[in-house]
């Protein structure tokens, strides 16, 4: 039942990806499905789609269309232009893994002499 829950879900999200340019409207109820069946069954939103709603207003997000994405400061700023909640995504794990890649690579590098 819940794998057929998650592919529900995923479907359901790819439809409103797919709606959104031609029913907004229909885009936000895809959204508002994909949640109900997620509580009716007690399983995580797919990490793949969990920024694609805005957590305030339940609406479907599509970068440049209804919401604006900005880096700064070691973060992802998702504002939402329906209803003007903004999310904030820190990503100072991703910046400490490429730090330590480089910091290997040129221990490695000078070793090799």
Known sequence: MLKIAEERINILFEMADEEFAQHPERSNRYVQMARNIAKK?????????????????????KPGENCRVRLSNSCVTIRCLECGNTIIIPYVNEQKYRRRMKIEHTSQEGTDE
């Open 41 to 61: 069954y007690n399983i995580k939103m797919p990490a793949l789609w969990k920024r694609r709603f805005c957590k305030e207003c339940k609406s479907f997000l």
